[in-house]
Every structure is written in C-alpha cells, then in structure tokens.
C-alpha cells in the first residue's frame, strides 16, 4: 500500500508556525545573565545597605530642631546644614506627614525628604481581592526621591535627610500641597503638588528661589529616583516577566533598559521614565527633556517561592540644569493603571509602553483588537470570558475565505497527485525534469502550489498579535469566567506538592483543553496535506515530521500556556475549536472533489494559462540549468 505523502509548500507554514512558537517562548521568557551580573547585583544591594546605614546615622546626627530665633542652636546646626541650616529651626522639623487625594488616587508626603512615601490605587485590589487590600504602588519605604544638594561652602546633602515646610491650600477643584526645604525666609527649594479631582495625573514643580549664595550652580543638580515594586499579582514571575523600564527619548521614540538580573543604561534627552509593572505603572514626565538619564533596573525574584514580595528595583538618575542660578522644572507623576486606553487618554505617548509587538503586529493590535474587545467588553456589557469567546468568533469568521482558499488548494493538489506521482516515476533519474514537467502540470490544471501556504502565512500575524494582546489586556484583570477566577492570571485547578520544570506547580485546564483542541485540529488536517502531494525527492520525510508534530505541538502548547493567563488560553482553546469546525464545513458541504477534479480536466483542454512572472522566471532557471546539465553531459 502506498505511504502517504505530504504537499512540501503546505507543511512551510506548519514548519514557521512552529518556529514562531519557539521564539515567541524564547522571547517570553525571563533573561539570564552570566554569574557575573549576580555578583555584581550582590555588590550594589551591599553597596546600598552600607549607604542606607551611612544616611541613618547621618540623620541621627542632626541636632533637635529649635526656634528660628535661637542664634546659638543655629549656629550649631550650621556645622552639619550649612546654608540649610534654617529648615532644622522650624517647627515642620519633625516626622509628620500630609495627605492629598482624590476619587482615584491617595498620597501621604513626608515632611523628611518632601516626596511621595505612600500612593495608593483607590479603585483597585491585589491579587487577595478577598482580603480588600488596595494597591500600593509605594509604601514603606519601598520609594524615595532625593536631591543630592551641592552647596557653596563645599556640603554635599541629600534632600531625603532634611525637612521640608508643608502648605497645603486648594485652587479652584485643585489640591495644591507646597514642600519648601528652606535656608531662609524666602529662599527655598520646592516641591509642588497638584492633585486635580478624578485624575491619575499629578503636577510635581521643582523650583528654588534665592538660592544662589547657598547652591553651587556651576554643574546640575542630581535627581535620583528608586522604586522597589511590589507584587500584585496571583503569579509573581508572570508578573515580573512585564516588569520593566520604559522611557521617552528623542522626540517621541519609545525604548525600554532590558530583563536582564541587573540592566544599565544611559540615554539622551529623555522626557518621560515609566517604572511599568504587570498591569500599574509609576510614570515621571518632563515638559523640559532631561540632558542625560542614567537608568538601573535589578531582578528581585531569585526563587518566586522565598521572593514573594517585591519584583523588580528600578532606579533613575537625572540632572537638574540650573537657569539663571535657579532650578525651575515642570513635571508630572503618574500613578495608575497601565491601561491603553486610560494612557492613550492623556495624550503624551503613556500608551506606547504597553507591549503590543513590533510592526504589523502591533497595527493589528491597536487597530483591531483593541477597538473590538474594548467594543464588547464595554458597549455590550458582556462577561470578559464571554467577550472573549464573541470576540474569536469574529476574527475566526473574518479569516475563514483564507482558509477556505488553504483547504481548497489542498483539494486540488490531492486530486492531482496521482498524476505528479506518475511524473516522479517517470522522471525519476532526472529530478530536474521531473520539476519542469510538474510545473507544467500545475499551470496547465489552474493549480497553484504555493496557495496552500500563502494563507497560512496571512493568518500567522494575528496569532502572533494575540500572544502580546491578552497579556497586555487590563480589562481581564481579576475578571472571572467559570473556573478561572482571573482572565489574567493562570487558571488553575490542581496544585501541585511539587514543581514539574518547564511547567510549573499548578495544572491549568484551559490549556489543557487549548492543547486538546490543536491536536485534533492537526489531526484532522494532516491527512489531508499528507495526500495533497508526493514525497519531493532529495527532501526529508516530511510526513513522519507532520506526525511527530501533532504530539509535540500539543505538548509544547500545554506547557506554554500553564503560567500564561487563562484569556489567552480560553482564546486559543475556541480559535482551534471553530477551526475544526469551519474545516469540517467546507470539508463535506463547500469543497466537492469531484467537481474540483472535472474543473482540472476542463482547464486542461483549455490553452494553458499564462505562468506569472515568478513562475516564468523559476521555469527558465530550470530549463538553463538542464540545458548545461545536457550540454556537460555531450562535453564528458
């Protein structure tokens, strides 16, 4: 009995998919550097517990404020404050804190260092939604913002370490909290706050005035910005896989400083830094480019089983120029969601942070996916898992002419197969001959070979896009569909006593059932590739691929998809699921073989028609070739 044989141009797209899904594995996972990026992550967390402790000790050094009018107190506190000397004297010299806030976002400032100790997300929960914790973006000190001051009589001091004066008054809608680090009356460095009702954005104004007898204003100031950031999520280490450093550079471009254990970078004229973690993002703006920021972002989860609390340290460094003597900054924060279409609402690039892929796969993204799950989501009014089966229904549909024409070549192929095999036998010791004659074939029967491959390629982006869709989407944040309790974590029902490598702790069925389904996609489909055409001579035994394929692709789906979350899962589960089903259709009700078969015969009366430019270019290689294998063959 004859082995069956597969079309070699339609096993092309199931060879790239396969491929794409390596990389697409391979690019999804964590980096790892060399032990020497360890070593030198231990020395920078040394380096900065030494600083810490310096900084402590420092500040436990200062003496206890006084009376502005204690001459001799002030004396003394000039030894160590120099020109800031004054701030110590007030009464805001003290652990105090003030509160600003709005129906979206509460922040606690200290007096001591003058910045944001605590922002809290008043519409959103960590992953123990049932506990009602909030999500903090900083807390506990996981956060500081300093200005390391060089002063004219040779001080280096770090705003952190010194007192601010707090004026809080309320413009209009507006909260407007003023923190001025004073070395007099009326010379002052300050940090302006303005909170605006209903908005994630927060004005922030560094300015100093009469400054200049106390600043050394020869070189900028150094802005330095940390931030450790916490879990909030039910998967710590698909968390931290989207937990990176994006900036604004260059008029417009977006970049990002790596996943690396420990990335540095340094950049030019940068006008916004975006600490991005999973689905929440701390975002610092400038409407005046900074010259150069140097940019560190640290790998915290060493093992996601002992390192459960914080993800990532994120660390910025900027200079502040001096103007006229004088520092004067318009800034802004954000504080909220990295949501598309909230950073997309500000209009200043936010939304470019989220990873929606590269090129054509991103147009997909934001042109199609976006607007169309946003559209159900939130016009219809649906459940999330719902929208998400509508929403695959649709695109499966919009695709399916294209796999109508991938299927119908596949018939047309099959039926001609008796007649290509009978060209291998005939041709068989001269395979150049035999490709000749079997292109004649092709365009004298109307039959493209390579239309079987060209829609599997087409359908290849949209898969890609959904890989870096369903991630990104904060709409399926803690939103539950059947047994998943969060469309944007795993979905597991089984917990593991042990971990599997490559897969986890955890069995997801959602992947379970997306692997059941590719494989009886491929199944179904297999067969019918494997008749289209014969085996081409001097190529692999594609058919015993195809048939190793249909085990290992399932396999590698079910391990991929275990710590993804159960969106993109349940979305692959009904993609293969309609496409058995839209196969199966055009199978039995739309392709008729017999009528295929009649139509080829027809065309063969026919004059043949004219081959494409492609093709006649491939036929004329051919003939050249054959002619010079002839004439060498005369020559011998």
Sequence with gaps: ??????????IIGFVLIFGILIWIMYQNQPSEKEIAAEKAKKELVAKQEAQAKTDKAKTAALPAATTPGDTVQLANLQKTLGGFA????????????????????RLKIANKGGYIVEATLKEFKKFEKNSGQLVELIKDNNSNLNIQLQTTDNRTLNSKDLYFEPTLEKIGSDQVLSMRLKAGANEFLEYKYILKPNDYLVGFDIRSQGLNRVLNSSKPLDLQWDLKTYRNEKSISYENRYAEIYYEHEDGKINYAGLGKH??????????????QHFFTSILVTDKPFATSKLESTNLVNDEKIDTVFTKQFKTNVPLAFSNGEIDYKMQWYFGPADYKVLKSYDKNFQKIIPLGWGIFGWINRLIFIPLFGFLSSTIGLSLGIAIIIFTIIIKLAMSPITYKSFLSQAKMKVLRPEITELGEKFKKDPMKKQQETMKLY???GVNPMAGCVPALIQLPFMYASFQFFPSAFE?????????????SFDAVVKLPFSIP???????????????????????????QQMAAPQQEGMPDMAKMMKIMIYVSPLMMLIFFNSYGAGLSLYNFISNLITIGIMFVIKNYIVDSEKIHAQIQENKLREPKKPSKFQQRLQDVMEQQEAAKKAQGKKK
Excluded at 2 to 9: M, P, S, T
Excluded at 88 to 101: H, Q, R
Excluded at 504 to 528: C, E, N, Q, R, V
């Design 263 to 276: 990335e540095e970078e340094t950049v030019e004229k940068v006008s916004f830094i975006a600490y991005k």
């Design 1 to 10: 009995m004859e082995e069956k044989k597969l079309d070699f141009n339609s």
């Design 86 to 105: 004054y701030s110590a004297t007030l009464p805001s010299a003290k652990e105090a804190f003030t509160t600003i806030e709005n129906e979206k976002l």
């Design 443 to 445: 365009n004298k029967a």
């Design 502 to 528: 490559l897969y986890g702790d955890h069995i997801s069925l959602f992947p379970i059932l997306a692997a059941i389904a590719i494989f009886f996609y491929m199944k179904m489909t297999s067969g019918d």
């Design 476 to 488: 399926l944040r803690q939103k539950g569909f059947l047994w998943a309790d969060d469309l944007s």
